[in-house]
């Protein structure tokens, strides 16, 4: 049996007819991770749920985010096991078993994704250890070292499918993402560069008169993105808006429908963004792309709490977070001409979790637009014509 197993079996007994403290914690720290952001569980929430002394915790972990690292750990290693059976002579086989691995993995641990979905933000090492280990095994599969850009395409696209078919219902064919991988996603010529990357950025219309309303999320927003849902408090929220504690309940039930607003000012404007910026006359696969380049762009450069404000939501508030992403795969339906195969749906999730990751990337590395962002999106523009193998 194998670690998370173990972690995942409380009833299992071990010889003495008991399980091992260390076992307890780390088997109560799962179950309470998994549903709330870090900041939100104390070690004092951890030992009450496992039904010993906040003393004993200390004996095993030095903080909650010691035990956090170690759930952390024991995940990655079983990924790891998952991993090192999967190599094929045949790369389309081999995709396709990484794409049912990934999928089978999700569904039958999702209170550990569930974690692991705020370990890769928190802890950025996981998630560069994470990189590591696609790259390896696709470099097994397709019998040599992929790219950065064959990693990131294979990697995105499985990943966020798997999340969304997991957590929010979307129906995910494997064999279909194996085409999409393999075989690329767009009939398409090859990109003008020069139209994809020449973009003069305008800027959000800016309101001279806000309702008190629009107020007080413009100042939860900046608030939020760089504190936190734990540590802002309503106070804080109305004193920066400048209005009483009161008036918030005039608008807002509580904190949380108060957070949902927030992401849906997040998604708004973000969409916004990036459709006003479009240039006019492009493709299908040239719009794909300058969206990714403008999306590349605000994260990195106009507004980078847009993104922590969506990851903590997906504890606090996770049906306004699956709003954020059905809003955006919508406006993805509505331009899927030149698609190889597959629905609009899945293909728009699949866009999605590549702009998703690719993000994540450049969020951890400085300066990473000019340097980082372009090359790879010349790169991923010749995988969704020609596919994984074109390399």
Not at 11 to 35: D, F, M, Q
Not at 107 to 116: E, G, P, R
């Amino acid at each position: 049996m194998n670690q998370l197993s173990q972690m995942e079996s409380p009833e299992s007994e071990t010889p003495r007819g008991k399980i091992p403290t260390r076992e307890r914690l780390i088997h109560t720290g799962v179950k309470l991770l998994s549903r709330k952001w870090l900041s939100e569980v104390s070690v004092a929430d951890i030992c009450r749920t496992a039904g010993l002394s906040n003393g004993v915790f200390y004996r095993y972990f030095q903080t909650k985010e010691q035990l956090f690292v170690e759930i952390l750990e024991r995940y990655f290693n079983v990924l790891s096991e998952a991993f090192a059976t999967l190599e094929s002579p045949d790369p389309e086989n081999g995709i396709r078993a990484l794409c049912t691995t990934v999928f089978d993995l999700t569904d039958n641990h999702k209170d550990l994704t569930s974690i692991f979905r705020e370990g890769q933000y928190r802890y950025y090492d996981f998630e560069r250890r994470i990189n590591r280990l696609y790259e390896v095994t696709l470099g097994r599969i397709l019998g040599s070292a992929p790219s950065r850009a064959q990693t990131i395409y294979a990697m995105a696209g499985i990943r966020f499918l798997a999340f969304r078919r997991t957590y929010h219902g979307l129906e995910a064919d494997p064999a279909l993402i194996t085409r999409f991988l393999i075989e690329g996603a767009f009939t398409s010529p090859s990109p003008d560069w020069q139209k994809v990357f020449n973009i003069e950025m305008k800027p959000l219309p800016i309101r001279l008169e806000q309702t008190v309303a629009e107020q007080l999320i413009a100042s939860g927003k900046g608030l939020l993105g760089s504190s936190g849902f734990h540590d802002v408090n309503i106070h804080q929220i109305t004193e920066k808006a400048g209005v009483s504690v009161g008036t918030f309940y005039n608008y807002f039930p509580g904190k949380e429908e108060f957070y949902a607003q927030v992401i849906h000012q997040v998604s708004h404007e973000l969409r916004q963004a990036i459709s006003q910026n479009l240039s006019p006359g492009l493709s299908r696969l040239e719009l794909e792309l300058q969206g990714m380049v403008l999306f590349a762009f605000y994260i990195t450069n106009l507004d980078p709490s847009c993104y922590n404000i969506v990851r903590e939501g997906e504890f606090v508030t996770p049906t306004a977070v699956r709003d954020y992403y059905d809003a955006f795969n919508r406006g993805y339906a509505k331009h899927m001409d030149g698609l190889k195969f597959g629905t609009s749906r899945m293909a728009g999730n699949f866009l999605m979790g590549l702009s998703h990751y690719f993000g994540l990337a450049l969020l951890h590395e400085p300066g990473s637009y000019h340097s980082i962002a372009k090359p790879l999106i010349r790169d991923l523009g010749t995988l969704l014509i020609h596919g994984i193998s074109s390399f």
